[in-house]
């Protein structure tokens, strides 16, 4: 893991997990372009990371819903 809840840094995106969020459970990811919740239901809010980034980082973020949650978890 790289720093308070980061836990994939690649290809221009971050995704990390905040502490003292809201529920539900829920991934940020940071582009340079913007950036987007995605929550663990699938449901996005986007402000302004390319279709691309975010097409990869939802993959992402399914395959480890897991460590998402387990992260989550450790800060909020």
Do not use: C, F
């Not at 840094?9 to 829920?26: A, D, F, S, Y």
């Not at 402000?47 to 992260?71: C, F, N, Y």
């Amino acid at each position: 893991m790289q720093g308070m809840g980061a836990l994939y840094k690649q290809h221009g995106i971050t995704i990390r997990v905040n502490g003292n969020e809201h529920l539900p459970v829920h991934a940020h990811v940071l582009h340079a372009d913007g950036n987007a919740l995605v929550y663990l239901s699938g449901k996005t809010r986007n402000r302004g990371v390319p279709a691309d980034a975010l097409k990869s980082a939802q993959t992402w973020i399914k395959e480890h819903a897991d460590e998402i949650k387990t992260e989550w978890q450790r800060w909020n």
